[in-house]
């Protein structure tokens, strides 16, 4: 048996975390992840019936990924292999695959269990699939991201992706009374309270401020109070990824409750990204561009606002340049809003993608040489500083696009103005295309 086989000897329990050892021992000691393991729920139902399918786990740290692995391979009497990601490479892989098909062979089946599967590469993903596909193993793979972008799809379409939730704070209520009842402890509500807060679902995050703040205690009897927890709570460890899901979900609801002309929740999202240590001038730059998508011409002076944050964020540094994306943060969500520039900028972009590129009409065209001006280059073109208004009949898109109207203005702030000021030049236009005709 090879050695990613072999089981170790685990150090004696006194020594593992806390979190390790009340790792539990059977499904139905799971707290949380009742939308998969509770009564004729998917996942239990699988483990139930012995019909296992490879499978990705997906959900944030803390919430069981590992240890449902280990209970489905010992629900199924199954070798489990853990396999990390980080450590593991090619020659790795086809040395358990090869050992996986001789278990089966004798009617032993095999869990690969791969942690981290978002960070294999796309070669080291394809070299499962041969496996997966003939049953020599039943892959399971645990992740943080979000398997659509991070897990090949020939991969994916032969596993059945499972999503696990944070744990709510009555669920890491419920891992702390575990923990407490192991270590012999009582703890004061309002402590507890403390770290269910503070742990964000994370279960074992949960169980590590319980345990760290036990061991600095120097009466081991008497109880845990929330002094004891700031003793050791130097800052908060936020659930926060700058490149992963947290990051493009945290931004997605700041973007989004501008967008909702909801203050209070855009300030909520920008203090969540800034105290999880988020790039300042990346902040900057996605505030200017809801400055051009979501406001635009409602309130032109959005964008100068947003520019001049992203100037003094630059100047200022931190924490004082914070002062600044509040700020702009708060004006942007209270101001008009309207998309129109950029639903006219994605329908024209459309039509110049995918329609007939017309050639430019010759009388929009300079005719610099004798010959452009033979050819019509020019001829017919009005000069609208000529006319006491500045406004001219003439068309200026080609002609299977004459009349086409991109730019359609809202009645919010700014363009209301812009509506009016539309309607008139387009009556003046038809008026003078007329008369020229």
Known sequence: ???????????????????????????????????????????????????????????????????????????????????????????????????AEQHLRSGRRTILFVDEIHRFNKAQQDAFLPYVERGDIVLIGATTENPSFEINGAL??????????????????????????????????????????????DARQALTLLELAASTREDQSGELGPEDLHRVLQRRVLLYDKSGEQHYDLISALHKSVRSSDADAALYWLARMLAAGEDRQYLARRLVRMALEDIGLADPRAVEQAMACQQAVHFLGEPEGDLALAQLTIYLAVAPKSDSTYRALKHTLQLAETQRAEPVPLHLRNAPTKLMKELGYSAGYQHAHEAADAVVGMECLPAPLAGSEFFRPTNHGWEARLRERLAELKAKKQQRSTASS
């Open 1 to 99: 048996m090879s050695s990613l086989f072999a089981q170790f000897d685990p150090p004696k329990d006194g020594l593992r975390p806390l979190a390790e050892r009340l790792r539990p021992a059977k499904l139905e000691d799971v707290i949380g992840q009742q939308h998969l393991l509770g009564e004729g729920k998917p996942l239990r139902a699988m483990v139930e019936r012995d019909r296992l399918q490879s499978m990705i786990l997906w959900g944030p740290p803390g919430v069981g990924k590992t240890t449902l692995a280990k209970l489905i391979a010992q629900s199924a009497k199954a070798d489990f292999v853990p396999f990390s990601a980080v450590m593991s490479g090619m020659k790795e892989i086809k040395a358990v695959m090869a050992e």
């Open 156 to 201: 994916l379409s032969r596993a059945r992706v499972f999503v696990l939730e944070a744990l709510s704070q009555e669920e890491i209520l419920q891992v702390l009374a575990r923990g407490l009842d192991h270590l012999g402890l009582t703890a004061a509500a309002e402590a507890l309270s403390l770290i269910a807060q503070i742990s964000s679902g």
